[in-house]
């Protein structure tokens, strides 16, 4: 168990749709990042969040929006989904401060798009 | 840009080593990792080496980092079944806090 959470773990919607997947770090981890899992791309970095402020973007569409809470919980919004958008997404969030820089995964949100 | 690639599949027979490999192009890359992600799950780091060390062990895992070459190498000795699984090869850029991920490496266990 890496300590973080994520919910749903699956989730079937139909084209169109929007759905918000949601995270919680690690204990006293600032940091969560989201990354999305398919099997043509591989896994994907999509935005990082730091004590509540973005931090860095990768690869993530307009269609897609995410935020981090005071609390430090974080949620991923994807709208007007399309078939392609049918993937794994993860949560990561990392130890303040590491040098090393791990990242501790969670179990990730599963995606189907009808 | 940084780009991680290794390749998709490796299979080997149980009891045998398993070398998976790993190249990157970002040569200011920090720390370089290895994941490992079993059926329905996470991905869980499995060992990591810092960009000045050659190699690392750890039990039955020893990681090779040529970084001239930017190629970097997980071997799993005495292959179980257990093992089975994709691995991932990551590195960290100086200055950057996330990963960039290679595709993985599903590997396979012949018994």
């Known amino acids: 168990d890496s300590g973080v959470t994520q919910t749903p773990k699956h989730l079937i919607t139909a084209t169109g749709q929007r759905v918000t997947l949601r995270c919680s770090p690690r204990?006293?981890?600032?940091?969560v990042y989201w990354y999305q899992q398919s099997l043509d791309q591989g896994l994907q970095f999509l935005i990082q969040?730091?004590?509540?402020?973005?931090?860095a973007k990768g690869n993530i569409l307009e269609r897609f929006s995410a935020q981090q809470f005071p609390d430090l919980h974080s949620e991923l919004n994807l709208s007007s989904l399309e078939l392609g958008d049918s993937a794994l997404y993860f949560c990561?969030?990392?130890?303040?401060?590491?040098?090393?820089?791990?990242?501790?995964f969670g179990e990730g949100s599963r995606l189907t798009v009808l | 840009g940084e780009d991680v690639e290794q390749s998709l599949f490796l299979s080997v027979r149980e009891g045998d080593s398993s070398v998976i490999n790993c190249t990157y192009t970002?040569?200011?890359?920090?720390?370089l990792y290895w994941y490992k992600q079993e059926p329905g799950a996470g991905l869980q780091l499995l060992t990591y080496?810092?960009?000045?060390?050659d190699m690392k062990q750890d039990q039955r895992l020893t990681v090779l980092l040529n970084k001239k070459d930017k190629h970097l190498s997980l071997r799993i000795a005495d292959t179980q079944t257990g093992d089975s699984a994709i691995y991932f090869c990551?590195?960290?850029?100086?200055?950057?806090?996330?990963?960039?991920f290679g595709k993985g490496t599903h590997l396979i266990i012949q018994p």
């Open positions: 970002d040569s200011s890359s920090t720390y």
């Open positions: 969040y730091y004590n509540g402020e973005e931090r």
């Open positions: 080496i810092f960009s000045n060390m």
């Open positions: 204990s006293g981890d600032l940091s």
């Open positions: 990551a590195e960290r850029s100086g200055g950057a806090d996330g990963l960039t």
């Open positions: 990561a969030s990392s130890v303040t401060g590491s040098d090393t820089g791990e990242l501790f």
